[in-house]
């Protein structure tokens, strides 16, 4: 049976926060409104998606506004579209891992809630999109996680099944999502919450991406 090992992508394999906080804050720049949001402080809401970081910006200027949020948001996907590498990059390791888990006979995935061109153009960017055999992103299907047919539709898409198959992730939503599909869960021990992602309790935590073969070969136990 094809073992596989799908990803998240946003804070699992690249740390994209800063051009996406970037692409928030040039919503409220056309507004003519200081930008609320930093890049580093907040670094996790930019991992939630366009709306959470809209949502958390019109917050702290004007005590929230769901419907310029709305507004916003499509212009946030344009500009970040423009802008989608300019500061992204891998987290390390994250290549020379990926071909040591296709050199062993594991199939990989991304499951990400990215609309789906924007993940197949940043992967592209990236260098590693024909690395993956299956990509699903935000809009690929009706739902998206923490439903898990999504993460079901990849690993399918991938040939495997549950048993053969662990998601690796960075947030509440990773977890929810893979607590839901009954799969083995791996949380990055290397983003915005460092080690304290611990606290979602998944079934291993990922200090680097080279420890990742060893940490599939023992969460799988017939691969």
Not at 23 to 38: K, Q, S, W, Y
Not at 114 to 139: N, V, Y
Request: hydrophobic residues 45%; proline residues 6%.
């Amino acid at each position: 049976m094809q073992k596989s090992v799908i990803f998240d992508l946003d804070g699992t394999l690249a740390d994209t926060s800063a051009d996406l906080i970037a692409a928030a804050n040039a919503c409220f720049v056309r507004r003519g409104i200081t930008p609320p949001l930093d890049p580093v402080a907040d670094a996790l809401t930019a991992f939630r998606g366009g709306r959470a970081m809209l949502t958390l910006g019109f917050d702290r200027v004007s005590g929230g506004d769901a419907e310029a949020v709305e507004e916003e948001y499509p212009y946030l996907l344009e500009v970040y579209e423009q802008h989608i590498d300019r500061e992204t990059g891998l987290y390390p390791g994250v290549e020379a891992t990926l071909d040591a888990l296709a050199a062993e006979g594991w199939a990989l995935g991304v499951c990400t809630n990215k609309p789906e061109g924007l993940a197949r153009l940043l992967l592209e960017k990236l260098g590693i999109l024909g690395r993956f055999g299956a990509l699903f992103g935000a809009d690929t299907l009706p739902v998206r996680k923490p439903d898990p047919e999504h993460f079901f539709a990849t690993m399918r898409a991938l040939g495997s099944s549950p048993e053969v198959t662990m998601l690796i992730g960075d947030t509440i939503t990773d977890t929810k999502t893979a607590r839901a599909a009954g799969v083995p869960l791996v949380l990055v021990a290397f983003g915005p919450e460092g080690r304290g992602i611990s606290r979602l309790e998944p079934d291993a935590l990922l200090e680097h991406y080279d420890d990742l073969p060893k940490v599939a070969q023992s969460l799988i136990k017939t691969a």
